[in-house]
């Protein structure tokens, strides 16, 4: 049985003021879905993990995965950006086809996961520069400090992120969501080691990020308090 997308629900969410550069996001709205996919499932040991799925993501629109333990939903996120296998009966990203579409993704989309990006021997500040350069997205002294402030982490620009607190490993991860234009963010479990004031802070991006016209597909087991139209995924176990 294949599975489509539940309906959008609204959620609940304040807004902050956060980076302006998530508004070159609006230069890249497209008329169509972002992200389409039809019949897709991925594979373990050359099985399908979860039964054939069929969905559409908009600009604007967050849609959540959902489904038991070890079905799949962290492995969704992973084979959209070519890390996991997959098989497709159609995938269709930025107007590119599979399978080229996956190179389009891993340059237009913004991955979050469990592990951490983040090299402990670096600063929080060197860390960012690294990621910002990998984008050709400039990062002067005063951005940089403008982006500790945004996410809560200022006065920890110069700490060694070996040093930092697993809350704010994952505050300063977040910035890498913001460096350069980009039109879909993958998030698997967002709001892990976060506190309420951490969550409040990756909703409000989220919320600044689909203003612009981006798309979120997150991994989540809480209900998310947000006001942003969304969609459910539920992932069931393949039958074999």
Same mark, same amino acid.
């Given at each position: 049985m294949r599975t489509t997308i539940a309906k959008p629900v609204a959620l609940r969410i304040a807004v902050l003021s956060l980076p302006s550069n998530l508004s070159k996001t609006a230069e890249l709205l497209l008329a169509e879905p972002v992200l389409h996919a039809r019949g897709l499932s991925c594979l373990r040991d050359e099985q399908p993990l979860f039964e054939p799925v069929d969905f559409a993501v908009e600009s604007g629109q967050l849609l959540l995965i959902e489904g038991e333990n070890g079905v799949g939903k962290t492995t969704l996120l992973r084979a959209l950006l070519g890390l996991a296998p997959l098989q497709v009966e159609a995938l269709l990203f930025d107007g590119q086809h599979w399978p080229g579409c996956i190179g389009q993704i891993r340059r237009l989309g913004r991955w979050l996961g469990h592990a951490s990006a983040l090299k402990p021997e670096l600063t929080v500040a060197e860390n960012w520069r690294f990621w910002a350069a990998l984008e050709d997205f400039p990062l002067p002294e005063a951005e940089v400090l403008r982006f500790g402030e945004q996410l809560k982490?200022?006065?920890?620009? +110069?700490?060694?992120? #070996?040093?930092?607190?697993? #809350?704010?490993? $994952?505050?300063?991860?977040?910035?890498?969501?913001?460096?350069?234009?980009? $039109?879909?963010?993958?998030?698997? +479990?967002?709001?892990?080691?976060?506190?309420?004031?951490? /969550?409040?802070? /990756?909703?409000?991006?989220?919320?600044?990020?689909?203003?612009?016209? #981006?798309?979120? /597909?997150?991994?989540?087991?809480?209900v998310l308090n947000f006001t942003r139209p969304h969609a459910t995924l539920v992932l069931r176990h393949a039958k074999l």
């Open positions: 982490l200022g006065g920890f620009e +110069e700490a060694r992120v #070996g040093t930092l607190s697993a #809350g704010q490993k $994952k505050r300063a991860q977040l910035a890498r969501l913001l460096f350069g234009a980009s $039109k879909l963010w993958l998030l698997d +479990e967002p709001f892990a080691n976060l506190d309420r004031a951490g /969550i409040a802070l /990756i909703e409000a991006l989220m919320h600044t990020f689909l203003q612009a016209g #981006g798309a979120v /597909i997150a991994t989540s087991h809480g």
